[in-house]
């Protein structure tokens, strides 16, 4: 009894001394922990408080030190630049270049063309109004694509050829060109009107579900000619930004017929091309310059005619617009097609004074 009482006894102390061993050894980690921060803490203040060095105790302000004095003549005076007019601005001064056709029209400064169809509402067939005028309205659509397809083959796309030439050509255009027919959009809603249902269709020239896309692979390359020497350089006033914020032709037409066409072209006395509006467009933008027609007084309220030649026009037909020798001399055309194409820029506008 007296020796398990002596091993339990002796087993206690050996706990309580464990014990003691392990608070003894968690208290000395604890004051080295602590001792670690506090060492930290100091050195962070200590770098906060950094000594201020002799040099800057010793720096004074000098109530007399002047500062540096702007002098007028330093200022340049900002030129006078010429209010910027904006496409916008001349399609409002300027009104549209129509040519009205049977059943519609070329709109060449929105670059569209459209086309109306009618077609009888059949009371005696369809006894239902409703569906008396839907069908009424289906065939309505029918014509105006038919009346369009015919406006279409009447184009001119250069001076010398229409886009009948072309589908007369090759049935691959003739395809092409009834797929755009096909494809036109419908403007507005139908019209009941007389017992018919009319309705107007309409296909855009240049964008990109347009008919330029469809014949530009196909469109004769004309020559184009231009050695003009010691001329007013319109190029560089593009370049420059001379032309008002709106890059473009003015023609003085003076009462003459304006007779677009698709690809424009710009012809000396002599006949040879100077300039060639095909070379501007890109069929996978869809740009292309706007044709308007405003007044000289308008062109000149609208104040950018410096640095922009008024050339006048001596002949128009067909899509060539035929200049004089004074007027034709009057651009480098060489080097302002060569700017348009090389600065990747559309010339937004061909404006005609009429």
């Known amino acids: 009894m007296k020796k398990t009482i002596c091993i339990l006894l002796s087993l206690v102390l050996m706990t309580a001394a464990f014990d003691s061993f392990a608070q003894d050894k968690k208290g000395k980690k604890k004051k080295k922990k602590d001792k670690v921060e506090n ?10 408080k950094q000594p201020v060095t002799t040099e800057t105790q010793n720096k004074e302000i000098n109530p007399t030190e002047k500062k540096p004095v702007i002098q007028a003549n330093e200022i340049k005076p900002i030129a006078n630049k010429q209010p910027v007019v904006t496409l916008e601005q001349i399609i409002a001064q300027s009104k549209p270049v129509v ?14 063309i459209e086309a109306k169809g009618q077609s009888v509402i059949d009371n005696d067939k369809f006894k239902n109004v409703a569906q008396a005028k ?10 105006a694509q038919r009346n369009l397809l015919e406006i279409i083959k009447g184009v001119n796309v250069t001076s010398e050829t229409t886009v009948k030439d072309m589908i007369t050509q090759s049935d691959f255009i003739y395809t092409r060109v009834d797929g755009v027919v096909k494809g036109a959009q419908q ?11 009319e309705v107007t269709m309409r296909i855009p020239i240049y964008s990109a579900k347009g008919l330029a896309p469809v014949v530009y692979d196909n469109v004769p390359n004309a020559t184009k000619k231009s050695a003009m020497s010691e001329v007013t350089d319109v190029a560089d006033a593009l370049e420059a930004g001379d032309l008002g914020g709106a890059e473009g032709f003015v023609f003085n037409f003076n ?8 690809f424009p072209v710009v012809v000396g006395e002599d006949g040879n091309v100077l300039f060639d509006f095909y070379k501007l467009y890109d069929p996978t933008k869809g740009k292309f310059p706007q044709i308007m027609q405003t007044s000289r007084e308008v062109f000149e309220q609208l104040g950018f005619s410096k640095g922009i030649q008024v050339l006048d026009v001596a002949e128009s037909f067909n899509g060539k617009i035929q200049l004089d020798k004074v007027n034709a001399g009057k651009v480098n055309w060489d080097k302002l097609g060569k700017f348009a194409q090389s600065a990747s820029k559309v010339l937004k506008f061909a404006l005609a004074l009429v």
């Open 39 to 48: 060492v930290q803490i100091q050195t962070t203040t200590t770098e906060q």
């Open 99 to 112: 040519d009205q056709k049977p059943n519609g029209n070329v709109n060449w400064t929105e670059q569209f």
């Open 187 to 197: 403007i507005g809603e139908a019209i009941e009107k007389d017992g018919m249902m």
């Open 255 to 262: 009462g003459k017929q304006i007779d677009p066409s698709m």
């Open 134 to 143: 839907a069908m009424a309205t289906r065939g309505a659509v029918v014509v």
